[in-house]
């Protein structure tokens, strides 16, 4: 298992009803199964347009989840 | 001279060399909004030689709690009219353009025409890719802005060959996903220092000064003050999406392109599985033809996203169509260029990747 916290931000902050969030998944996770996993619970959270970011860097789908990591779901902002 | 630039001219990181730097800039303002008005403000004071400001809006009684160039007076009044007022009685120095249009791709070369800088302090997704995307060919750097609710963001694209917007979002919201600040609210002092930022920027980039916020995304939440600096890269193999030429640019139709239409057509990972079972179905895959791995099956159709437009013929018009990609990004892109061609209740797109696609096909087959 390897322990995590996901940070929401934007309109993903509404979707979820939480800005933070520790969660424990199986070891050796990818963004892409964390996604789906998040998206099981949020339902249409993978639907959303955003990008993710491990540990202050934004990564691919494909990017492997360590113990520890911070993980950020960005989305784009319109207003000005 | 007189004294009004001491203050930062003592500064050894701007001096007299970075104040003449700054006297011979020319900068774009697209927007003169939340974001713009500040941006306008400090650029104005700080002594930048030009600016041209472009917005097509009159001041309303709700922009007055965040758009602090224009008082009660000034509603109804043309927004870039009442700033260049405003800017010239604080500092005549600076030369002002003002022009009340919207950027569109018609005009949107034009408004960088001799230009040096681009910020970027408009309201919507659309024009902001269209922003991006004129930066881009043009190659100017980008400053952008961008608030929702009590969060903002700032970073600065194609700043000396840095990401830009589409390397940061290379698939577009849908229609209505994320809302603007009509919609969502905002609390007035907070595009004050988003666009604060985007005034920093733009002046350490004229003095050539400081660490630019380029492949970096500054993240603020004023609200529960959370600070984050989010660093992102040029996407490695380029954006089919992004325009190639100018003409390219100027054909596309921004409003309908950069945004998903609101009734997207997903597959998930279930509809995917029962899909498996269909024979009148095309799966497309829109990825260049080195992109590995390659999902082989008879149902499989290859045309990559660069060449879907002119090869869409290829397509059965009487069979289901659903995208694929490597990531899910692209498979997601290539529906607006498919919209005209195909009936919309026979087109969808995979939005996971090609990895799990094919461990759902092993599942499947292992059935």
């Given at each position: 298992m390897a322990t995590i916290t996901i940070h929401y931000f934007g309109m993903l902050e509404s979707l979820t009803g939480k800005a933070e969030d520790r969660l424990d998944i199986p070891a050796g996770w990818s963004v892409d199964q964390l996604l789906e996993h998040l998206d099981r619970q949020y339902s249409g959270l993978r639907d959303k347009c955003f990008r993710v970011a491990v540990n202050d860097a934004i990564q691919s789908g494909e990017r492997v989840i360590d113990e520890g990591d911070r993980i950020a779901l960005m989305p784009p902002f319109a207003g000005g | 001279m007189n004294s009004r630039y001491d203050r930062q001219m003592i500064l050894p990181e701007i001096g007299a060399e970075g104040q003449r730097r700054l006297k011979e800039a020319r900068v774009l303002v697209i927007g003169a909004g939340g974001l713009g008005c500040p941006v306008l403000q400090y650029l104005t004071a700080a002594g930048t030689g030009f600016i041209r400001m472009v917005d097509a809006d009159t001041v309303a009684w709700t922009n007055l709690h965040r758009q602090v160039l224009y008082g009660t007076e000034d509603v109804g009044r043309p927004k870039v009219v009442v700033a260049k007022e405003v800017l010239s009685r604080m500092n005549g120095e600076v030369e002002i353009e003002a022009l009340q249009v919207f950027a569109t791709p018609d005009n949107v070369f034009e408004l960088m025409d001799d230009i040096d800088i681009v910020v970027d302090a408009t309201d919507n997704i659309p024009t902001r890719y269209l922003v991006n995307d004129a930066g881009v060919l043009s190659g100017i750097p980008v400053v952008y802005g961008a608030i929702h609710r009590f969060e903002g963001q700032v970073t600065v694209f194609n700043y000396k060959g840095s990401a830009h917007y589409r390397d940061l979002f290379p698939e577009p919201p849908r229609e209505g996903e994320i809302p603007d600040c009509q919609t969502a609210g905002v609390l007035g002092v907070l595009p004050g220092i988003v666009g604060a930022y985007q005034a920093a920027e733009v002046l350490k980039i004229i003095t050539r000064s400081g660490e630019v916020l380029a492949n970096r995304l500054l993240f603020i939440d004023i609200w529960k003050q959370r600070h984050h600096v989010f660093e992102y890269h040029p996407a490695?193999?380029?954006?089919?999406?992004?325009?190639?030429t100018r003409e390219a640019l100027q054909a596309q139709d921004y409003r309908q392109n950069c945004l998903t239409p609101a009734n997207g057509r997903t597959v998930d990972k279930e509809a995917f599985c029962t899909l498996l079972e269909e024979k009148h179905i095309v799966f497309l895959d829109v990825r260049?033809?080195?992109?590995?791995p390659r999902w082989t099956d008879d149902r499989v159709l290859s045309i990559p996203l660069d060449r879907l437009r002119a090869e869409?013929?290829?397509?059965?018009?009487d069979k289901k169509i659903v995208t694929f990609c490597q990531t899910g990004i692209r498979s997601r892109q290539a529906l607006p260029l498919l919209d005209d061609f195909i009936p919309r209740e026979n087109l969808a797109y995979i939005p996971f990747s090609i990895h799990q696609i094919l461990a759902y096909v092993t599942q499947m087959d292992r059935r």
């Open positions: - | 490695a193999p380029g954006h089919p999406s992004l325009p190639a260049q033809p080195e992109e590995l869409k013929q290829l397509l059965p018009k």
